[in-house]
Every structure is written in C-alpha cells, then in structure tokens.
C-alpha cells in the first residue's frame, strides 16, 4: 500500500492547477459565487478561531477558578459544621 505523503505533493499540485483552471475559465457568473465561497471559509475560520479561544479561556482559568471556589466552600461548610458541633458539646457540658 502506497503512503499518503509520498502523493501528497502531487495532489496539492492538481488541486491548485484545478483552481487555477476554474477560476480562469469560470463564466463571470462564476466568481462572485467563488468570492461568497471564500467570505463563508474565512468566516468558519473566524468562528472556529473563537470557539478555540473560549475553550481555553474555559479550560485554563474559568476551570481553575471555580474550583478554587468549590474548594472553599468545601472548606467553609466544614468549619461550620464543625462549630455546630462544638456548639452542643458545649451546650451538653453546662
């Protein structure tokens, strides 16, 4: 079985001639449905761009902070608890 990267260069090759050949030899009515093509590729592009920056934003530091926040209410119930309890140790002594 042939690799892939061995033929790679040569079908990058026919499809840039095929581009080429398209857009030379495309009627005028062609293009601007070309031109819309291209504005739809660069707006996935901007969207996934996005999308990719709101992950790590997510990931990274929204991630880090809201556990840091459920480590501290952890911690908080437990000291509340705690004190309850101390509270009717107390309460039983007197």
């Not at 093509?37 to 592009?45: E, P, Q, R, S, V």
């Given at each position: 079985?042939?690799?892939?990267?061995?033929?790679?260069?040569?079908?990058?090759?026919?499809?840039?001639?095929?581009?080429?050949?398209?857009?030379?030899?495309a009627?005028?009515?062609?293009?601007p449905?070309?031109?819309?093509?291209?504005?739809?590729?660069?707006?996935?592009?901007?969207?996934?761009?996005a999308?990719t920056?709101?992950w790590?934003?997510?990931?990274?530091?929204?991630?880090?902070?809201?556990?840091?926040?459920?480590?501290?209410?952890?911690?908080?119930?437990?000291?509340?608890?705690?004190?309850?309890?101390?509270?009717?140790?107390?309460?039983?002594?007197?």
């Amino acid at each position: 079985m042939p690799q892939l990267p061995g033929r790679l260069p040569i079908l990058a090759a026919a499809i840039v001639l095929a581009l080429i050949l398209v857009t030379s030899l495309a009627p005028s009515t062609v293009i601007p449905f070309l031109n819309q093509l291209g504005g739809l590729w660069n707006f996935l592009l901007l969207v996934a761009t996005a999308g990719t920056l709101f992950w790590f934003v997510y990931w990274v530091i929204l991630r880090r902070l809201l556990r840091a926040r459920r480590i501290s209410r952890i911690r908080w119930n437990r000291l509340l608890h705690e004190a309850a309890a101390r509270d009717t140790e107390d309460a039983g002594k007197l």
